[in-house]
Nanobody, 129 residues
Framework: QMQLVESGGGLVQPGGSLGLSCVASGFRLGPHTIGWFRQAPGKEREGVSCITARSIGANYADSVKGRFSISRDNGKDTVYLQMNSLRPEDTGVYYC??????????????????????RGQGTQVTVSS
């Protein structure tokens, strides 16, 4: 069974940090572009970040640029999202998604995840004092 599993969410105070992980099960993550998305209650889904298969390209939404960092370890079939200087507006369910694209040199952060083939269930991030 091919799936993505996120972990690392939790409750953190404003200004704090969290590190999310996205692990692939049943397939190799290596040839896939990975996107991170978030969904908050009453808000539209938002693309947060993406990274290409060979880590040549990475991109971020303007709302998280300079605070979030995406990386991957293909040997561990894992993609990471390090989130620093968290704000209450970063609250939401964060999930990762994968699309087979082994030769991509860049990726674009989009809010519509329709192009992605696999999606995880998500992990809750709550930023509150």
């Amino acid at each position: 069974q091919m799936q993505l599993v996120e972990s690392g969410g939790g409750l953190v105070q404003p200004g704090g940090s969290l590190g999310l992980s996205c692990v692939a099960s049943g397939f190799r993550l290596g040839p896939h572009t990975i996107g991170w998305f978030r969904q908050a209650p009453g808000k539209e889904r938002e693309g947060v970040s993406c990274i290409t298969a060979r880590s040549i390209g990475a991109n971020y939404a303007d709302s998280v640029k300079g605070r979030f960092s995406i990386s991957r370890d293909n040997g561990k079939d894992t993609v990471y999202l390090q989130m620093n200087s968290l704000r209450p507006e970063d609250t939401g369910v964060y999930y990762c998604a994968a699309v087979w694209d082994p030769y991509a040199d860049f990726c674009t952060v989009v809010d519509d995840d329709a192009q992605y083939e696999f999606r995880g269930q998500g992990t809750q991030v709550t930023v509150s004092s």
